[in-house]
């Protein structure tokens, strides 16, 4: 493997933690106007001359500490209160480091490819696309209390002790135009309905692969990330962005993490899942905080190569048997708010704020509103008829008041027919001209499939397919 460091704005590797060896210093993920996470322990980190006294103080807490022959020292303060207005956060050794304007709440880290990286001011290489309602969104983001901390591109061969040239941005009509526009919109909603401050840790770069940004550490996860092809990019590497834009930030305080990728893994199929688990298996390793929340976002309809292709529903079924190997997952399925013929559909509102819902029903225990979407539990054949049964489905609908689409029936020769389709309850009824002996149902079998089938809080219902039971 070539080595390699990779930036947007390149720096020198050795930069990018180089500590005088007469000088406290901590790496740029602490600074002014930072959110420290409430209600856990929050660590400290450094370098400083060898055996030199640390002293690290804020809110009424005094830590002492001293670096080590190598010069790195830890301390951990103790689970802190929300604390919206801003206090000082005081370092010293034989120097001293004061951030100012540092509160407390909720930190989230937010990944993945180039829907989470999606600015709000939209694609600076298109000036035509911006997220849906730009202007009344810009207008209204005025929140010193919702605070981005956007990791710049990196890639990296070894894992790196910081990252480069970043640092915390209160938002502003102005500063909010390259935030990540399903970050800000789930830190939004997360920070009017807990009433704390919320920080938000975007790590994303468009078009990456899982792999690089899972760490290689745990023998299960090797094979998942051996190099068995010519990787075309070098960001596409096993490892590179979680050694380039991760490892520097760890064991910052979190509370949870949310994910929006899977494009450029569309091709992966079933095996996303292990990939999945093993992305998560080594955040969570090593940020040491046991099993915190992860949340993922399905992949919204896109026609890719071939409109009538089926790639992408089937990545969309793996991910939604995340929660079944992942504890404390979930996922969010945003079919409704798609657009096949652009791979960055520009309504992010509904995308952040259906994440944000189950996390403040899930994690917070506050219930805002509906976000369970229907989920087919069972699919039962009686002659030529099947019924397929949903759970999560009162007021099973369709969004535009027409039967609902995209249910294909399969004949008992392996033939797949599109299907008629009426709502009864909770279950669908489904016949297909031609199918008298039906074996399996799908829906929203291709790439560019949009269903138009809704719980009665309008909760789309995603991808599936399943065997049909025999009743007798």
């Not at 010193?144 to 710049?152: G, T």
């Not at 390793?285 to 190569?305: C, H, I, N, S, T």
């Not at 805002?368 to 989920?375: E, F, G, L, S």
Request: aromatic share 10%.
């Amino acid at each position: 493997m070539n080595k390699l460091i990779v930036k947007m704005n390149f720096a020198v590797g050795a930069t990018l933690f180089a500590f005088s060896l007469h000088a406290v210093q901590l790496p740029k993920i602490f600074g002014d106007d930072m959110v420290l996470q409430r209600s856990q322990r929050v660590p400290v980190w450094g370098k400083a001359k060898s055996g030199e006294k640390i002293t690290v103080e804020f809110a009424g807490q005094s830590l002492v500490t001293q670096a080590g022959k190598d010069g790195r020292w830890r301390v951990d303060l103790e689970p802190l209160e929300a604390e919206s207005k801003g206090r000082d956060f005081r370092v010293k050794g034989e120097n001293e480091i004061v951030f100012t304007n540092v509160v407390v709440g909720e930190v989230w880290f937010c990944s993945g490819q180039s829907n989470m990286e999606y600015p709000m001011c939209g694609l600076a290489h298109c000036k035509t696309r911006r997220i849906k309602n730009w202007e009344k969104e810009k207008l209204s983001a005025n929140y010193p209390l919702l605070r981005h901390f956007k990791v710049p591109r990196t890639a990296s061969e070894k894992p790196l002790e910081d990252v480069v040239k970043a640092k915390w941005v209160k938002t502003t009509p102005e500063s909010v135009r390259p935030q990540s526009a399903v970050a800000y919109i789930f830190g939004e909603t997360l920070m009017k309905e807990l009433g704390v401050p919320v920080g938000l840790i975007n790590c994303s770069w468009g078009g990456t692969r899982i792999e690089a940004w899972t760490p290689a550490a745990h023998q299960d996860d090797l094979w998942l990330l051996q190099n068995l092809k010519a990787w075309k990019r070098r960001q596409d590497v096993p490892t590179v962005l979680w050694n380039g834009m991760v490892s520097g930030l760890v064991p910052y305080a979190i509370k949870g993490s949310i994910w929006y990728q899977g494009c450029a893994n569309r091709a992966d199929g079933a095996a996303y899942l292990d990939k999945t688990v093993a992305l998560v298996r080594g955040w969570r390793r090593e940020w040491g905080q046991g099993d915190f929340p992860y949340f993922l976002v399905q992949l919204a309809p896109f026609k890719y190569d071939n409109p009538k292709g089926g790639v992408l529903p089937v990545i969309q079924e793996t991910q939604a048997r995340v929660p079944q190997r992942v504890p404390n997952s979930g996922y969010t399925v945003i079919n409704d708010v798609g657009n096949i013929n652009d791979i960055h559909p520009d309504d992010k509102r509904t995308v952040g704020m259906r994440l944000a819902d189950q996390v403040l029903d899930r994690v917070y225990g506050k219930f805002t509103r509906p976000w369970k979407t229907p989920v087919a539990v069972s699919a039962k054949v009686e002659g030529a008829t099947v019924r397929v049964k949903f759970e999560n489905a009162e007021g099973l609908k369709t969004r535009d008041a027409l039967a609902p689409t995209n249910f294909e029936l399969c004949a008992a020769k392996g033939q797949w027919k599109s299907a008629c389709a009426k709502i009864e309850g909770d279950e669908v009824v489904l016949t297909a001209e031609g199918v008298t002996e039906p074996t399996n149902v799908r829906f929203a079998p291709y790439n560019a499939s949009t269903p138009n089938l809704v719980n009665g809080a309008g909760l789309p219902a995603g991808p599936f397919r399943m065997k049909v039971e025999v009743t007798k």
